[in-house]
């Protein structure tokens, strides 16, 4: 018997619901071609939507994402610490609205998705002219330039100016009067905790699934700004297919999906049941908003696909708290783009509230001038996640940094003082505004330089490291050996760090190698927290052995 055909898109979204505001309607019109009207548009007005993107995405949240985080503060289950990093992240959204300091200061990878209708017409090819955007938009704004161009297989050189994007134009038939966009920034944090895994039909019930996704949760850790916005996938008739809609849905583009299966088409569909679950699992790994806690996640997606009979591909994928998407439309009333927040002050607490999580009495303040020594010798009184208040000199050194610093010591040349004298942070800082002592200037991922803290630590060295997410066993060991500590910075407030906390930045090596140049800054009421000790405690692995669990959390 000949099945019967049956059609439907794979991943078959519903309306939109996207609120807009208008752009204007400059390189817009309609045409008339025989007894069709179609939509014309210029490579300048699709430039032009795509620099304002860029800037709004850079620098505005959602009003939902934004809620999520006023909800911890009110929520009486949130840790100290969740509700200390929730704030903060309020704070650094509200200072990023001003337009001038992005909200992070990986500005990440200019990703754009198009949908263009049959009855679109442009004139050029347009991947060019959405190039062009990312390109005035990064040049013009105080962003990063994280694009590495490969000369040779082994040796890069920064673009300069962010590119090349991501940008993908696919034909759109539901639409034909409609040129839809969705514009991302990943940085590489987020970017990295992007995972596939190729399993089988035997993790496809409830008992094996959970007893996995747990152990792979708790492997994400924090290196990517938590509290997340989690995607999980299942399923895919490639395995390229299914990242691609766990990045899709943890944007929430795919949130309008059918919510129950049809065996007739194989469509996607969400299920939402299962999201709860997964939300309450993730509620009891201990990891909470970075330091302990609850607010690991904000919210779960999961998306159910179709699959090769002989393959399980499973995706999981995170949107940080750097939450950076917009969606747009050029339709013949004109340019729109979503609308969002960008006065967010009324999602912060009264300042009643405000002062008493600010003022916690558990916060060790730490004079970072006061001689390595000493400050090793303070350090040690306190447990993994006391929270910390840093004042003082910091040294700001990541990977190319660390790799040339290397690879001197392994010529014979002597360490270099400031890694002896001064504390060494993690990081690499966007453009400095005019009238600002620094640019948006966040923590880095530690976990890319844990190859190098032995070898300077033994060298006497990198005793005190700055930086967020967890570290390896090795750094522990390390650690606990040369008497040294890693300390946990707030990933996400990159803003409020450059506003607040950072009071001067000087060049002090490498300087070809801008934002991965070794600097000196000062800093004032420095947020941290306690991750790995000197006695061989880290807090990260007393999250990582898997809890027992049943069919379901």
Not at 177 to 202: C, P, R
């Amino acid at each position: 018997m000949t099945p019967t055909f049956s059609y439907s898109d794979l991943l078959p979204v519903g309306p939109d619901t996207t609120t807009y505001r208008s752009l204007g309607n400059k390189g817009v019109t309609t045409v008339k071609h025989g007894e069709k009207t179609f939509l014309e548009i210029t490579p300048e007005a699709i430039a032009t939507l795509t620099e304002t993107a860029i800037h709004d995405i850079s620098h505005y949240l959602r009003p939902a994402h934004l809620q999520q985080l006023a909800n911890i503060l009110k929520d009486p289950e949130s840790s100290p610490n969740d509700r200390f990093v929730a704030l903060d992240l309020l704070k650094n959204a509200n200072i990023s609205a001003g337009g001038i300091l992005p909200m992070c200061q990986d500005t990440g990878t200019a990703i754009v998705v198009g949908k263009k209708g049959q009855h679109v017409l442009t004139q050029s090819k347009d991947e060019e002219a959405v190039a062009h955007g990312v390109y005035d938009a990064f040049t013009k704004l105080n962003l990063r330039y994280s694009q590495m161009a490969p000369v040779t297989m082994w040796e890069e050189k920064n673009t300069g100016n962010n590119l090349p994007a991501q940008v993908e134009i696919y034909a759109d038939t539901d639409h034909p009067d409609e040129y839809s966009f969705l514009f991302i920034a990943k940085g590489g944090g987020s970017a990295n905790k992007s995972f596939l895994y190729q399993e089988t039909k035997a993790v496809l019930n409830p008992t094996s699934f959970y007893t996995w996704l747990d152990e792979k949760l708790r492997s994400i850790g924090t290196a990517a700004c938590p509290p997340y916005h989690l995607a999980i996938v299942i399923g895919g008739t490639s395995a390229e297919h299914t990242v691609k809609t766990a990045k899709l849905a943890s944007t929430k583009y795919l949130d309008s999906l059918p919510t129950s299966g049809d065996a007739a088409t194989g469509r996607g569909f969400r299920d939402l049941e299962m999201e709860e679950e997964v939300l309450k699992l993730t509620r009891t790994l201990g990891i909470g908003a970075q330091f302990g806690g609850k607010y690991f996640c904000h919210d779960v997606r999961v998306i159910r696909l179709p699959r090769h009979g002989a393959s399980l591909p499973i995706a999981i994928a995170v949107s940080c708290s750097a939450d950076r998407q917009a969606r747009a439309k050029i339709t013949k009333d004109g340019i729109f783009l979503e609308d969002l927040e960008r006065d967010p002050a009324h999602y912060l607490p009264d300042t009643t509230e405000a002062q008493l999580i600010d003022s916690d009495a558990n916060v060790v303040k730490i004079d970072l001038n006061q001689g390595m020594a000493q400050v090793q010798k303070q350090l040690s009184k306190y447990p993994v996640k006391t929270r910390l208040s840093l004042t003082g000199t910091l040294v700001v050194a990541r990977d190319l940094a660390h790799a040339k610093i290397k690879a001197a010591m392994d010529a014979g040349a002597p360490m270099p003082d400031y890694l002896r004298d001064f504390a060494v942070y993690y990081a690499g800082p966007a453009k400095t505004p005019a009238g600002f002592a620094s640019g948006s200037f966040g923590p880095t991922t530690a976990g890319r330089m844990d190859s190098y803290v032995e070898y300077f630590q033994s060298k006497g060295g990198s005793f005190v490291m700055l930086a967020k997410g967890n570290r390896s066993k090795a750094v522990t060991d390390a650690c606990k050996k040369y008497q040294g500590f890693y300390l946990g910075s707030i990933g996400g407030p990159a803003a409020r760090l450059a506003q607040d906390c950072i009071k001067k930045v000087e060049v002090l090596d490498f300087e070809e190698l801008g934002m991965e140049a070794v600097f000196k800054i000062d800093v004032v009421d420095f947020p941290a927290f306690i991750v790995v000790d000197d006695k061989g405690n880290d807090f990260f692995a007393q999250t990582a052995k898997p809890m027992t669990i049943g069919s379901k959390p």
